[in-house]
């Protein structure tokens, strides 16, 4: 026997016999992208009952579907409203197979809400995908999880971003080596400028300086290889080494993420001198650079490809880890909340790209350079740039005849927390370089914390196939 309580407008089941709800969460509805986690150990009884349920109720407060996921029989189940009381009659059912959720095993469920589907992940891997009916397209009105039986439940609640970020923080980020700023000097063969060789009338060239050999350990390049490089410079554009296997990137930097496409391409990491052929272009002193095929490339699902790139964020995923503890290769941090660095800020760019507008692609320094900028408030971006500026996913900013230009693409903006440095911008775009009417453009990374997560924790791209992409009725 079953009793219905109300409570708040919000349905909510309890048993009157045999069963007993162990957990419960009220949502105010989910939006895209919302995570919710249930975590914890099947029950040791064969027979033990354990269900986690997500309703989706209409606005007449009418329950139009019930996920669930039955622990002890090893399945997920769909049930369906089949008339406009809401009664459940309509049922398929998703078998797991063995041993996916077994007595005695803990385990981590995770719902993604979508517009148009649910998604379930055991233990970070995608298994099912609901695609929503009609009646059912509403994810708004998602309001309660259950638990039901008597696995035991460690936690079961709805992920934040300080959730999110905390689980794909690299440990160490954005630290040097024992803790002390390498200590190696600009070497000589690297270019150096004369006072103001850099500077019109109108600050039209970027005005960056020789980085020293270690002082950026989580810079990379992304770059042809040589036998699909048709100059002697293959640098494409820059990236920032957030965790021993990813990347971060910019989604423009990428016309194509075909295999055959990806095979052309390496990650230099611990990289100094940007050139190929030449004595020191891999000193030990000043570099520790291995190339890196890639595994995969993450474009940001809503990038939108034109002149002012929209969701300019990518993540490749390295075909080999890399060891992030030694002098010349390291993991940046992550930024931790959308306010950790404000208007007015000093910050540092790098890259090896063009220190002119008009450079060509073999003029580029060969050395690591770097420039301070600071970000500018939104009044000045969109004056530069009107409504082709979104202040919600980009910011803007510049320095005194400082900026990044082409080649520099995808490479870090990166401010400073204490001794950590933050990846807090990727260089998406602008207009010419150094052109002190336009500051350069770039992804605001802090709003995409719940994407890096999906992409790099929950991988459903990878795993391609759920166990059960299709229930049975």
């Known amino acids: ?17 045999q069963h007993q709800v162990n957990s419960a969460i009220n949502l105010d509805g989910l939006v895209t992208n919302d995570l919710t986690e249930w975590t914890g150990k099947i029950s040791n009884l064969r027979k033990a009952a354990s269900i986690r349920f997500i309703s989706l109720i209409d606005s007449r407060q009418y329950i139009v579907m019930n996920l669930e996921i039955h622990g002890f029989r090893n399945r997920i189940a769909i049930n369906r409203a089949s008339d406009k009381y809401g009664r459940m009659t309509r049922r398929s059912y998703c078998n797991l197979g063995k041993q996916i ?78 803790g002390a700023e390498p200590n190696i000097d600009v070497p000589n063969f690297c270019p150096r400028r004369t006072p103001r060789q850099d500077q019109s009338a109108d600050c039209r060239i970027i005005g960056g300086s020789n980085a020293k050999p270690g002082i950026f350990p989580w810079q990379v390049s992304i770059r042809r290889k040589p036998e699909y490089s048709s100059t002697d410079n293959p640098h494409l554009c ?33 990289d100094f001198y ?7 272009s891999a000193d030990p002193r000043y570099e520790n650079s291995q190339d890196i095929e890639l595994m995969a490339v993450y474009i940001h699902d809503e990038f939108q490809s034109r002149e002012a790139a929209l969701n300019d964020v990518a993540l490749i995923r390295l ?16 930024p931790r909340r959308a306010s950790q660095f404000l ?6 760019v790098t890259g090896w790209g063009a220190s002119n507008y008009t450079q060509y692609v073999n003029q580029y320094p060969p050395c690591l350079q770097k420039a301070k900028v600071i970000i500018q408030q939104y009044r000045t971006c969109h004056t530069a740039y009107g409504d082709d500026y979104d202040p919600h996913v980009m ?43 336009k500051p350069g453009v770039y992804t605001r990374l802090s709003r995409y914390i719940r994407w890096l997560y999906m992409v790099m924790e929950l991988q459903p791209k990878i795993n391609k196939h759920p166990v059960c992409p299709k229930p049975r009725f």
Not at 1 to 17: D, E, F, G, K, V
Not at 319 to 334: E, I, M, P, S, Y
Request: proline share 1%; net charge positive.
């Open 274 to 280: 940007n050139r190929e052929g030449f004595t020191y």
């Open 395 to 437: 910011m803007c900013a510049s320095g005194e005849c400082t900026d990044t230009c082409q080649g520099d693409s995808g490479g870090p903006l990166m401010c400073f927390d204490g001794e950590k440095t933050v990846l807090w911008g990727i260089t998406s775009w602008g207009v010419k370089c150094g052109f002190s009417a």
């Open 319 to 334: 075909k080999t880890c890399v060891k992030t503890d030694g002098t010349f290769v390291r993991a940046a941090c992550l």
């Open 101 to 178: 959720i077994a007595p005695n095993k803990t385990f981590s469920f995770i719902i993604r809400a979508l517009r148009d589907s649910l998604e379930v992940y055991l233990n970070g891997k995608l298994i099912f995908n609901h695609l929503l009916t009609k009646s059912e397209h509403k994810i708004s009105f998602i309001k309660t999880i259950r638990v039901y039986g008597s696995a035991r439940t460690t936690s079961l609640t709805k992920l934040t971003d300080d959730d999110l970020f905390s689980r794909i923080q690299q440990e160490g980020c954005g630290q040097y080596q024992n």
């Open 1 to 17: 026997m079953i009793c219905w309580l109300w409570t708040l407008s919000i349905l909510i089941y309890a048993s009157c016999a």
């Open 238 to 270: 820059g990236g920032t080494l957030v965790g021993s296997c990813w990347v971060v990137t910019a989604a423009h930097c990428f016309l194509s993420t075909s295999s055959s496409a990806l095979k052309r391409l390496v990650v230099r990491v611990g």
């Open 343 to 348: 208007t007015g800020e000093e910050c540092v």
